[in-house]
């Protein structure tokens, strides 16, 4: 740690990389904290010098505010101009508005100033193609002519979104989540939050989101979200030069993401805690916190659905690991998946309409004046009971067609959306699982309502109804059916209950919902302790250390660390008598991360540790700039090299890139402790050793395969690379 | 944690106490966590056996979710039976129900059918104290008579209650939040969570708060659940026999605490997670809810104010560390604090009420059946504006009198709550500060409506007010400043959003308090980052490591080890050749609480560390058991020890006792990542070498010593004992 101390003096020298990690390793979370505390240091006692650097410490110290700032209000903004963009697409697929093009359906009739309409969906300036085209807007050739170019526009929108995808952005597709999450753990993917990626994901999802798939805009919201964060952190040397510092940043942006998706900032600063973030103090949770309220304001003051309160969902998807043969060919796939969903979507009502329209009407309640056909109850004038007292109703007619329709529409959408998951378009997860918890949940909501109806002296309903009271009320079933649903995929409880009470304001019903949530996870365990992020991780061999899984074999450091029986001996280095051809043979013949300094290999006492990527770069740079380093200079970690005569090789002294205070464990620690230690302190690897003497090195891809061989999985098969 | 592992097999013989902690010292979270992973290793492969076992280890899995819901249970019926009692206490304070003296006063007049009363307060079976004694209702001597009698009450009650604190049970005094948090990081205060102290407390928080002292029951609730959830971990030996294990039960039933004191189970959890507790991880999240969720529902079927939603509050204390002369005789001091409060208290309708009731009056709006004097606006029908559309009326006399009331009672507030903080009597923290907040904000609130109505041409309420809308609600002013004055207090930020819109249904308001919860937490820390409870913890001098504060300053752990440059040398065992002897002088001749282990003297290579506890207990079990172990026996670390002829003094084998794998730095470690291993891994202590060679130990207060000198503050002060 000290070693990264010094790394800074060093950094101040022409070296621009040492300290930094390449592409897809992991970070050590001990050596970012210990760098960022030894700058804060040094910007605390720089300020007493000048007014200048004074200034320059408070905007310093405020700088994680002013990100959190930033990322507020771009989020939102993003948010808010998709929420516009996918609206009009989404309309545009069905007709145009005369008056002006760019606008949706709602705004067109909204403008209209004929509100005189009962149905606010009927205006003149709203056109349907095949009224525009041919002047008839009623028949079944213009009912003809409205499908085609509905599954048209639907195919063009995919079409784009996944070659732009595959063309400028392959890190665009997907929700992103999982990869956030193992970002966030610590693991390095670049170019995943890059400038490129912003832009093309928030296109694409636009995209891919209006035509029509089973998918929706709440996963890649968060990872949109978490672009905006690392764009901004690179306005500020204290976040893009430090991976910890980053990963706050991150974890905070990922709170706002779910802030917008939802309009749920307390849920969204939760979602982040309980699902995300891996390193989540209460720092973080203050900032992302204020990043929420921010993101959640903006958005609010764009509006973009005229109401002050939610911006409501759109679909999603669902049901991991299913890849066909059509996977090899991306783009034909999602046309495939496009043409299939619309030309099936199409002719049903519940799946013609936007996700969020239907979850919105499956919440609902049947009021007096709800022209929908799921309210389309018989009223008994005989009985004398106010109109808005549903559930003592019988159903009429369009209630069972309804129940028919829902019930294909259920078949539809589980099916589809095992089929849409894994596409190379942005698709996000949350709401097509809401989709089909709320179909069913409105489906086993009528069928009590009318078991109540029609058998009211039953047992159960005799207790529960009295008479000329609500029992039954079909909308609060659908409501807890899509939380009970979404939680048994992402296995969230508390933040599940928070975002679902501000998406629909319904705090009375905290019980129900809480409820469902905990009941789904405990059913869900029980076949499987992983959410669908945590299987995506592994589907994709991130080396992801879950803090959920328990480990409790009995196990000791020393079956885990290598060298293991028959290997080579460990690759060491010594404090003064390897030479610069000793280690550069040591650097080409191996590709470990970094390499233990002991006293000598007789005693194999350990003095520190030295990353490759630092040593390489040092004895580079020294071979260039410093006279008399040769191959066979002495390299000497120690703290006082030999004076040297000038003819002689000069010694190359490198204890300022050694870290002097190495994580150590004894060889037998249990390695329940040893995980432990890893995810607790987020370490990059551990040396193992008996009364002081080096046995051997534990890594974090070590550990993960080790736990993989304890469940009997594969450990092979669960590593990246 | 090796040697925690063997310390089990130690365990099935008779040592007791063997692996247990003394009073007022720290756990180490790594070995409880440990010995927790060799029980459940053990039940699980017991569980292959029989059928018995099988169920046995199905009992121990789910035995957490059943401890769970006995918290929530009985905390829920604690939470009702405490609300009924200080209702009916508090009214007795000012009459008695004619028809059933066990009645509260909206009880009595809610049974007495005659509810055309307009006024439900007034009815012929509640009668006051003056009205009852001497048949007149009304009139100067009626109210003095009341007004003795209502203090008489009030002195009765708080005399019970200082007496049975001081006499049964001193731990039950204050709100216990800051020892819970204590607890909970892992310190051991035996008794603090006993069942005197849950039964003294629930029945002293009663009369204290029926007293009418400024101080509330929310604090306390927490206390009590947190004494629920120590009393059901006796009930299984996962919980009773492992102090990490049992925190994490604590740690929920403070959650279910919350919930019941405000009815805000979503709250509690994260009050639990960001307030109070130390180690928690999702399991204990999972687990927190699912209490929360049973202790709502368990009150809410209690119901003790007759509205299934919230349960409201009563007053609590505010503003530290006064302590008066007074302060040397609690009863007296409880007497005196009571007198002035019940004097003052009874004239002013704002303090004389519950403060429950104050605030729930301040939060509320005028509607136009409201009759409080706040609502007394002149309506103006010249200009035909809806009743209910208050803006922009002009204030009556009776708000204008109310301002000043409520002014009074601020200053009021404010004296008696930092009067009221200390005394030896139950007493929690959120009220008076809401209260405090919803005064001034209430009165802010009226003074912008005022200026809104009497100057509506202003710039900023020409764009704020439309003509006729609403446009100031003094209501939400309230709200917003409770909420900032409580975030003030207690730094908390998403919870503190949470529990107040789960109090006031306001889910609209959320960016308000949001903003007035962030402002708040700004404008506090700008005066010094610590809350109430961690300046209450510094006070009393815990040694409580807390994750807030960060430390920035660059020492080396060889800075802070002990033995510093001029002491003694470490006090150290050698592995084989030490004498019973030997061992006996070294416990009595130092009082730590463990002793490194080394191979010999000269080496200093360390092997392990041994427990003073568990070493006194074998010691002692060894003179008296095993034959020729005496005095001049040497004892063995090692793995196998010499075998002698019968007639020397026997060999005593320890390897057992002693732990392989004690934690190690080097002495290089910077002290910021020594102290973040202590708060992360909770550990009691940690050994400090340099290549291989023990130089030194580090323990927590060592931490907490050397963290307090480079803050400035003496050392000395802020350590219990």
Same mark, same amino acid.
């Given at each position: 740690?000290?070693?990264?101390?010094?790394?800074?003096?060093?950094?101040?020298?022409?070296?621009?990389?040492?300290?930094?990690?390449?592409?897809?390793?992991?970070?050590?979370?001990?050596?970012?904290?210990?760098?960022?505390?030894?700058?804060?240091?040094?910007?605390?006692?720089?300020?007493?010098?000048?007014?200048?650097?004074?200034?320059?410490?408070?905007?310093?110290?405020?700088?994680? /505010?002013?990100?959190?700032?930033?990322?507020?209000?771009?989020?939102?903004?993003?948010?808010?101009?998709?929420?516009?963009?996918?609206?009009?697409?989404?309309?545009?697929?069905?007709? *145009?508005?005369?008056?002006?093009?760019?606008?949706?359906?709602?705004?067109?009739?909204?403008?209209?100033?004929?509100?005189?309409?009962?149905?606010?969906?009927?205006?003149?300036? /709203?056109? @349907?193609?095949?009224?525009?085209?041919?002047?008839?807007?009623?028949?079944?050739?213009?009912?003809?002519?409205?499908?085609?170019?509905?599954?048209?526009?639907?195919?063009?929108?995919?079409?784009?979104?996944?070659?732009?995808? %595959?063309?400028?952005?392959?890190?665009?597709?997907?929700?992103?989540?999982?990869?956030?999450? +193992?970002?966030?753990?610590?693991?390095?993917?670049?170019?995943?939050?890059?400038?490129?990626?912003?832009?093309?994901?928030?296109?694409?999802?636009?995209?891919?989101?209006?035509?029509?798939?089973?998918?929706?805009?709440?996963?890649?919201?968060?990872?949109? &979200?978490?672009?905006?964060?690392?764009?901004?952190?690179?306005?500020?040397?204290?976040?893009?030069?430090?991976?910890?510092?980053?990963?706050?940043?991150?974890?905070?942006?990922?709170?706002?993401?779910?802030?917008?998706?939802?309009?749920?900032?307390?849920?969204?600063?939760?979602?982040?805690?309980?699902?995300?973030?891996?390193?989540?103090?209460?720092? +973080?949770? /203050?900032?992302?916190?204020?990043?929420?309220?921010?993101?959640?304001?903006?958005?609010?003051?764009?509006?973009?659905?005229?109401?002050?309160?939610?911006?409501?969902?759109?679909?999603?998807?669902?049901?991991? /690991?299913?890849?066909?043969?059509?996977?090899?060919?991306? =783009?034909?796939?999602?046309?495939?998946?496009?043409?299939?969903?619309?030309?099936?979507?199409?002719?049903?009502?519940?799946?013609?309409?936007?996700?969020?329209?239907?979850?919105?009407?499956?919440?609902?309640?049947?009021?007096?004046?709800?022209?929908?056909?799921?309210?389309?109850?018989?009223?008994?004038?005989?009985?004398?009971?106010?109109?808005?007292?549903?559930?003592? %109703?019988?159903?009429?007619?369009?209630?069972?067609?309804?129940?028919?329709?829902?019930?294909?529409?259920?078949?539809?959408?589980?099916?589809? +959306?095992?089929?849409?998951?894994?596409?190379?378009?942005?698709?996000?997860?949350?709401?097509?699982?809401?989709? *089909?918890?709320?179909?069913?949940?409105?489906?086993?909501?009528?069928?009590?309502?009318?078991?109540?109806?029609?058998?009211?002296?039953?047992?159960?309903? @005799?207790?529960?109804?009295?008479?000329?009271?609500?029992?039954?009320?079909?909308?609060?079933? &659908?409501?807890?059916? &899509?939380?009970?649903?979404? $939680?048994?995929?992402?296995?969230?409880?508390?933040?599940?209950?928070?975002?679902?009470?501000?998406?629909? $304001?319904?705090?009375?019903?905290?019980?129900?919902?809480?409820?469902?949530?905990?009941?789904?996870?405990?059913?869900?365990? &029980?076949?499987? @302790?992983?959410?669908?992020?945590?299987?995506?991780?592994?589907?994709?061999?991130?080396?992801?250390?879950?803090?959920?899984?328990?480990?409790?074999?009995?196990?000791?450091?020393?079956? *885990?660390?290598?060298?293991?029986?028959?290997?080579?001996?460990?690759?060491?280095?010594?404090?003064?008598?390897?030479? =610069?051809?000793?280690?550069?043979?040591?650097?080409?013949?191996?590709?470990?991360?970094?390499?233990?300094?002991? =006293?000598?290999?007789?005693?194999? %006492?350990?003095?520190?540790?030295?990353?490759?990527?630092?040593?390489?770069?040092?004895?580079?740079?020294?071979?260039?700039?410093?006279?008399?380093?040769?191959?066979?200079?002495?390299?000497?970690?120690?703290?006082?090299?030999?004076?040297?005569?000038?003819?002689?090789?000069?010694?190359?002294?490198?204890?300022?890139?050694?870290?002097?205070?190495?994580?150590?464990?004894?060889?037998?620690?249990?390695?329940? +402790?040893?995980?432990?230690?890893?995810? @607790?302190?987020?370490? %990059?690897?551990?040396?193992?050793?008996?009364?002081?003497?080096?046995?051997?090195?534990?890594?974090?891809?070590?550990?993960?395969?080790?736990?993989?061989?304890?469940?009997?999985?594969?450990?092979?098969?669960?590593?990246?690379?």
């Amino acid at each position: 740690m000290n070693g990264a101390g010094n790394l800074m003096d060093f950094l101040d020298e022409p070296f621009p990389d040492v300290g930094t990690y390449e592409d897809f390793h992991t970070i050590d979370w001990l050596r970012e904290k210990s760098r960022d505390t030894d700058r804060h240091r040094k910007i605390t006692s720089k300020s007493k010098e000048s007014l200048w650097e004074l200034i320059k410490s408070l905007l310093d110290a405020w700088s994680g /505010w002013v990100v959190m700032l930033l990322i507020g209000l771009l989020s939102g903004t993003l948010a808010g101009v998709i929420d516009l963009a996918v609206d009009w697409m989404t309309d545009l697929k069905e007709g *145009v508005c005369l008056s002006a093009f760019w606008y949706s359906h709602e705004q067109c009739c909204w403008t209209s100033n004929e509100t005189t309409f009962d149905d606010r969906d009927k205006c003149p300036q /709203w056109q @349907k193609w095949a009224e525009l085209m041919t002047g008839h807007a009623e028949g079944a050739g213009a009912y003809v002519l409205n499908y085609f170019l509905y599954v048209l526009w639907a195919l063009l929108f995919s079409f784009l979104a996944v070659s732009l995808v %595959r063309v400028f952005a392959p890190y665009a597709c997907g929700s992103g989540i999982p990869e956030i999450k +193992t970002i966030l753990s610590g693991f390095i993917i670049r170019g995943y939050l890059g400038k490129w990626t912003l832009l093309i994901k928030t296109v694409t999802l636009v995209l891919a989101v209006s035509s029509g798939l089973s998918l929706g805009k709440e996963g890649p919201l968060v990872h949109v &979200a978490c672009c905006c964060g690392n764009l901004f952190c690179s306005l500020f040397s204290k976040y893009s030069k430090n991976e910890g510092k980053r990963r706050e940043v991150l974890s905070a942006a990922a709170a706002a993401g779910v802030s917008v998706a939802f309009g749920a900032p307390i849920g969204g600063v939760l979602f982040s805690l309980e699902e995300v973030s891996y390193y989540f103090p209460l720092k +973080t949770l /203050w900032r992302s916190f204020f990043a929420a309220l921010v993101a959640a304001f903006t958005l609010r003051s764009i509006n973009p659905f005229g109401n002050s309160r939610l911006v409501l969902f759109y679909v999603e998807y669902h049901t991991p /690991w299913k890849t066909t043969q059509l996977g090899k060919y991306p =783009v034909l796939e999602v046309i495939a998946v496009t043409g299939i969903t619309a030309v099936l979507a199409f002719p049903n009502p519940y799946t013609r309409r936007s996700t969020s329209e239907l979850i919105s009407e499956l919440f609902n309640d049947c009021g007096a004046l709800e022209s929908s056909q799921l309210c389309d109850y018989i009223n008994n004038p005989n009985m004398s009971r106010p109109v808005d007292d549903i559930p003592d %109703r019988p159903a009429g007619p369009g209630v069972y067609n309804a129940l028919w329709q829902l019930a294909l529409a259920l078949i539809f959408k589980i099916v589809i +959306t095992i089929f849409t998951f894994g596409m190379k378009i942005p698709s996000g997860l949350f709401i097509p699982s809401m989709a *089909v918890g709320a179909i069913a949940g409105r489906i086993v909501g009528i069928a009590v309502e009318q078991m109540a109806y029609h058998h009211h002296d039953w047992i159960i309903f @005799k207790n529960w109804c009295r008479p000329g009271a609500d029992c039954v009320t079909p909308g609060l079933y &659908a409501m807890v059916g &899509a939380a009970a649903c979404l $939680g048994g995929v992402t296995r969230m409880t508390v933040s599940l209950v928070v975002i679902m009470f501000e998406l629909t $304001g319904g705090l009375e019903y905290i019980v129900p919902l809480m409820a469902a949530a905990v009941t789904s996870k405990w059913v869900a365990d &029980a076949f499987g @302790k992983e959410g669908i992020y945590e299987s995506h991780i592994q589907l994709n061999g991130y080396p992801y250390l879950d803090v959920r899984d328990e480990f409790t074999h009995r196990t000791l450091a020393t079956d *885990v660390m290598r060298p293991r029986r028959n290997d080579p001996p460990l690759a060491v280095l010594t404090q003064d008598s390897t030479t =610069v051809e000793d280690v550069e043979a040591l650097i080409k013949d191996t590709d470990y991360n970094g390499f233990p300094v002991v =006293v000598s290999r007789e005693s194999e %006492r350990l003095i520190g540790f030295v990353q490759r990527r630092d040593l390489t770069l040092a004895i580079k740079n020294a071979r260039q700039k410093q006279d008399g380093v040769v191959s066979s200079s002495v390299v000497y970690f120690t703290e006082d090299a030999p004076q040297l005569p000038a003819s002689n090789p000069q010694p190359l002294k490198l204890r300022r890139i050694l870290n002097l205070s190495p994580f150590t464990v004894t060889d037998h620690t249990p390695m329940e +402790t040893v995980v432990d230690i890893f995810r @607790k302190l987020g370490l %990059r690897q551990c040396l193992v050793t008996r009364s002081g003497r080096l046995l051997g090195i534990i890594t974090k891809k070590d550990v993960l395969r080790h736990m993989a061989q304890m469940m009997n999985q594969d450990p092979e098969s669960i590593m990246f690379n």
